[in-house]
């Protein structure tokens, strides 16, 4: 194809981009979704690029995004992988690999971790026969109490493995400090979080390994696809070789003889000159991306400052909506966790003790009247049917999981959300509040927004 077809092939698409017609906000009968994603003609054009080429495994787009996310995440290699889940996966298995000698995690290995948050960031610990410890969360900022996390160490202890929730970190610098002063590995996951930082440094810096997630719902997106950041070259390659079927050959995808020795290896019981290509050093699983996937990525990679800042002004709006509206008598508000900026996901509000609010039935009525809405993901995973056989231990009590799994739900802050989507959410969840209790909640006279 010449790069006149091209351009011209390109050119169109973002023409037809562009020409989609726009939708009209409607209040009560247009939905307004938690999350959602924002693509713009660059993000077409960018797909339209990768299709252009026929590649459709990981190829030259793949490898542009792993460079520009380690470098704007603050890493130095960064893997990409299918979904935020798989890297959290990836993440936990490349710390089990028999390549890190004595320091290799093993099954019967105790991991602390949160209960009120996502399958997934504990999933990994169970799928490698390691044990899940959980310690019990604040209800203001919806995060691991440090001083519990502290406390629940026992000569087992071998990892801590927790997401920032919902985008407000985790008091990340001082549970850095306590693994690293007794040798733990700290797997930060960021899904939620990406450019949230803590006294000034970007979260998923301060551990061992850190995980994205591309997904619709996050602060950018590819569809699916997630990414696992460190600064060991060792973990790195130890991480590419679980995502590449485990193999120990590091040729990308179509090269060969990288290492220019493809026949000259003798590994495990391998006779001596077998094909370096298929020679496997891990258990390990497909995990690589497509390059359509990467594009998407890679342009959506130059908006995500501006993403981050319209999440953050967004939930400064809904906070102030709120609070003049007198609903903070009713709800907790989240409060950023002390030294900390966060890159909100989500805005969580929590029904106080005594204000006589189900939360069930709130929910399915904001529902109903076009504000969607979700809960803290599992709420608290010990009591999902999934852990049911699970070994796991807690320590202490749950009692702020278990609030936030009857109590809590949130509501979005994504871009897409403009101020009078800001405003019928805040009315409605006022109107629904007063229905609810049988009277009226409204402060006399609400502060200007």
């Known amino acids: 194809m010449s790069d006149e077809k091209r351009s011209e092939i390109i050119r169109l698409a973002r023409e037809h981009f562009d020409s989609r017609p726009q939708p009209v906000f409607v209040p009560g009968e247009t939905y307004i979704p938690p999350s959602g994603k924002v693509l713009d003609a660059d993000d077409c054009a960018s797909l339209i690029d990768a299709s252009l080429d026929m590649w459709l495994t990981a190829g030259r787009f793949a490898d542009q995004f792993e460079e520009e996310l380690a470098v704007k995440f603050g890493r130095k290699h960064c893997k990409l992988t ?22 290799a995690l ?18 990994p610990i169970v799928q490698y026969g390691c044990i899940p410890v959980f310690v019990d969360v604040d209800i203001d900022t919806h995060n691991v109490d440090v001083d519990l996390l502290e406390a629940a160490i026992t000569d087992k202890t071998r990892a801590v493995m927790i997401a920032h929730s919902l985008g407000n970190p985790f008091d990340v610098a001082r549970v850095a400090k306590l693994c690293k002063a007794r040798g733990f590995y700290l797997i930060e996951d960021c899904c939620d979080a990406f450019g949230a930082t803590v006294n000034g440094q970007g979260v998923g810096t301060f551990g061992d390994v850190a995980t994205l997630s591309f997904y619709p719902a996050h602060h950018i997106t590819m569809g699916e696809g997630g990414a696992v950041l460190m600064n060991s070259p060792l973990l790195a390659k130890i991480a590419e070789s679980f995502r590449d079927w485990g193999r120990d050959c590091y040729c990308k995808p ?159 802050v994504w871009p897409g959300l403009d101020a009078a989507r800001l405003d019928y959410m805040a009315d409605t969840l006022l ?19």
């Open 82 to 103: 299918v979904s935020g889940s798989a890297a959290n996966l990836l993440a936990f298995a490349c710390l089990t690999s028999w390549k890190l000698g004595s320091k």
């Open 106 to 123: 093993k099954p019967g290995d105790e991991v602390i971790t949160v209960a009120a948050g996502f399958p997934t960031t504990v999933a």
């Open 254 to 412: 179509g090269m060969d003889n990288t290492c220019n020795k493809r026949w000259g290896w003798r590994l495990g019981e391998l006779p001596k000159g077998y094909d370096h290509k298929y020679t496997y050093s891990h258990v390990g699983y497909n995990l690589k991306v497509s390059d359509m996937q990467a594009a998407v990525g890679v342009s959506q990679l130059k908006k995500i400052d501006r993403f981050i800042a319209r999440r953050r002004e967004n939930f400064d709006a809904l906070t102030a909506r709120f609070k003049a509206r007198g609903l903070d008598r009713f709800y907790h508000l989240p409060v950023p966790t002390p030294g900390t900026e966060p890159s909100w996901f989500g805005y969580l509000l929590t029904v106080r003790d005594g204000a006589g609010i189900d939360r069930n039935v709130l929910c399915r009525t904001l529902e109903e009247r076009k504000v969607g809405t979700r809960l803290l993901f599992a709420g608290n995973l010990t009591k999902q049917p999934a852990f049911r056989d699970v070994n796991y231990r807690i320590h202490g009590t749950l009692t702020n999981t278990d609030k936030v799994m009857n109590d809590s739900f949130w509501v979005g």
């Open 431 to 449: 109107a629904v509040t007063e229905e609810l209790l049988g009277e009226s909640v409204a402060l006399p006279t609400m502060a200007a927004e």
